[in-house]
């Protein structure tokens, strides 16, 4: 028997809240995720682990609006290096959409930056949103 994804949502205007702030929305071959707190610890493995199922599952690109995203700890710029990792193996990429100046610096820093494609604004097709 297959079991229930947290991301099956059929179409980008249908969201489940999975936990701790973080949205996800399936359409097709591209996971759009939206991140309403901070990335850490708690928050950024189930992130992962819910792209990597949705991978599983035949999605080949992701797309991380951070929008409401106000900071990033060490585990979840790990967990992001994870998923691009995971995603281009797939044949896919990630986007990164709505990150703060600071956040693009820390990807810039760290080095990370190179693993996604930055965007400063996407459509609102493509970016999920938290439902009402």
Request: positive net charge.
């Amino acid at each position: 028997m297959k079991r229930s994804s947290p991301y099956a949502a059929q179409s980008l205007t249908d969201f489940e809240r999975v936990t701790l702030g973080v949205y996800y929305a399936r359409e097709g071959s591209t996971l759009a995720v939206r991140a309403s707190a901070n990335l850490n610890r708690q928050n950024a493995p189930v992130m992962r682990r819910a792209v990597v199922d949705a991978i599983a599952e035949g999605v080949t690109n992701v797309t991380i609006d951070l929008r409401h995203c106000p900071r990033i700890d060490r585990n979840g710029l790990t967990e992001l290096a994870s998923i691009a990792g995971e995603t281009r193996r797939a044949g896919g990429v990630v986007t990164i959409t709505h990150a703060s100046d600071e956040i693009r610096l820390l990807f810039r820093l760290k080095g990370i930056d190179r693993l996604f494609t930055i965007a400063q604004d996407r459509s609102s097709t493509t970016s999920p949103t938290s439902p009402a």
